[in-house]
């Protein structure tokens, strides 16, 4: 079993900055890859980040890319999302989840374990 729990959402402004933590917990963090995806109102989850076991590997959207880093550190058995120059279309629930056999994989049924979510806004 893996617990994940993400936090660092809010309401910010376009062009500011965020940064959301994911913090694991069961099984031996250093060994799973980690993604982010996100779900607006009305929308179909989809993929933002992935990073595989050690951080070495990542994987973005083209919408994010240049813009979010996906980060870990496997001694705090914590991925970080930091979102720079946010646009009001990255308004969603983001959510962490644990890829165990994979590194860092795009789709969200290969993800066996999610987190309950934390809300971003991001007002024009």
């Known amino acids: 079993q893996v617990q994940l729990v993400e936090s660092g959402g809010g309401l910010v402004q376009a062009g500011d900055s965020l940064r959301l933590s994911c913090a694991a917990s069961?099984?031996?963090?250093?060994?799973?890859?980690m993604g982010w995806f996100r779900q607006a109102p009305g929308k179909e989850r989809e993929f933002v980040a992935a990073t595989n076991w050690r951080g070495g590997r990542t994987t973005y959207t083209d919408s994010v890319k240049g813009r979010f880093t996906i980060s870990r550190d496997n001694a705090k058995n914590t991925v970080y999302l930091q979102m720079n120059s946010l646009k009001p279309e990255d308004t969603a629930v983001y959510y962490c989840?644990?890829?165990?056999?994979?590194?860092?994989?795009?789709?969200?049924?290969?993800?066996?374990?999610w987190g309950q979510g934390t809300q971003v806004t991001v007002s024009s």
């Open positions: 069961g099984r031996t963090f250093s060994l799973y890859a």
């Open positions: 989840a644990a890829d165990l056999v994979g590194t860092g994989r795009t789709m969200a049924d290969a993800y066996d374990y």
